[in-house]
């Protein structure tokens, strides 16, 4: 089992910063992929930004070059910088936990609410 805590949510105007943390524990194998997903009202959850154990990322086009993710393998942590926050982005905000065994093995956190208004 894998457990997943996230901090760092809030309430921020248009163009303003936040950073997102999730600290993971249990039972951490590599290689893994360590994300952000984020699921606003009536939509469906939606990928943001992962990154590999090895250092790879990937980025929603919507978040491309406002977001940055990071990790730090030592202590299983991934991070989301999110800068030029837009009301578009306000969303409930899970981290992610992958790893394979026979296919994929999903862990979530429990979700940081993100808003973002004037």
């Known amino acids: 089992q894998v457990h997943l805590v996230e901090s760092g949510g809030g309430l921020v105007q248009p163009g303003g910063s936040l950073r997102l943390s999730c600290a993971a524990s249990g039972s951490i194998f590599s290689p893994n992929v360590m994300g952000w997903y984020r699921q606003a009202p009536g939509k469906q959850r939606e990928l943001v930004a992962y990154?590999?154990?090895?250092?790879?990322?990937n980025y929603a086009d919507s978040v491309e070059g406002r977001f940055t993710i990071s990790r730090d393998n030592a202590k299983n942590t991934v991070s989301l910088q999110m800068n030029t926050l837009k009301p578009e982005d306000t969303a409930v905000y899970y981290c992610n936990y992958r790893r394979w065994s026979a296919g994929p093995i999903d862990y979530w956190g429990q979700g940081t609410q993100v808003t973002v208004s004037s």
């Open positions: 990154i590999t154990s090895g250092g790879s990322t």
